[in-house]
């Protein structure tokens, strides 16, 4: 089946601008989460969801960073007034519900932005 | 805070040789600790947990808490399995989102 999928897998965007990064899922798994990758660092929590809600957000650097989940499927990552420090490669993971001990995130391939 | 600590970015070892990548971690409480492989243009995914305590592709992880480290070893490394290797800690809250070590790469050499 069908694993996660992110869109763009590039994103090349000059400073100052707007950038919306979208997660897909795997169907079915209620639970999504975003990380961010920088370079020679593993990934980064960002933000967690269960159905439409952000349960969590407590990994999100500034309130340049806001992501939602209106549906309770697919997923935007969006990131105002772009710093060159945002570049990064930014992960979607979704797991199944509930989420219990030892579950296992599937993690999507991601999108690499790059801020010029 | 909680936190996952691998020392060697790098790590080369010739095929057959045996392999042990290490990571360490600082956590108050019972840990939920993984290892996630990264191969060449693939995404990353889960190659073990420590509750399971089962051998994937030939791999095991001991938890030992004493030492709070989760090595990952291999007795007979294998070509296929050069990639990037990190250990990650779950939070026990409800959201369990993964705290990552920064990645070791292994080269297993011919």
């Known amino acids: 089946g069908a694993g996660v999928s992110q869109t763009p897998s590039n994103k090349v965007t000059e400073k100052g601008k707007y950038v919306e990064l979208r997660c897909d899922p795997i169907s079915g798994h209620t639970a999504l989460y975003w990380y961010r990758q920088s370079l020679g660092q593993g990934p980064e929590f960002l933000i967690y969801f269960q159905g439409t809600g952000a349960a969590d957000d407590s990994g999100l650097p500034n309130d340049r960073f806001f992501a939602v989940r209106p549906e309770g499927s697919v997923s935007t990552l969006k990131i105002q007034r772009t710093e060159r420090g945002d570049s990064a490669v930014y992960l979607c993971?979704?797991?199944?519900?509930?989420?219990?001990?030892?579950?296992?995130?599937?993690f999507g391939p991601g999108t690499r932005l790059t801020v010029l | 805070a909680q936190r996952v600590t691998q020392p060697e970015k790098l790590l080369s070892v010739f095929k057959g040789a045996p392999v042990e990548l290490k990571c360490n971690y600082s956590y108050s409480g019972s840990p939920e600790l993984f290892w996630y492989v990264q191969y060449s243009r693939q995404r990353l995914q889960l190659l073990l947990r420590h509750i399971s305590r089962e051998s994937i592709k030939g791999f095991t992880a001991d938890l030992n808490k004493g030492e709070t480290s989760f090595h990952l070893k291999k007795p007979f490394a294998q070509e296929e399995d050069s990639a990037m290797y990190y250990c990650a800690l779950s939070s026990v809250g409800s959201a369990r989102q993964l705290t990552f070590g920064s990645g070791t790469q292994l080269t297993v050499l011919p």
């Open positions: 993971a979704s797991s199944p519900s509930p989420v219990t001990a030892y579950n296992e995130q599937f």
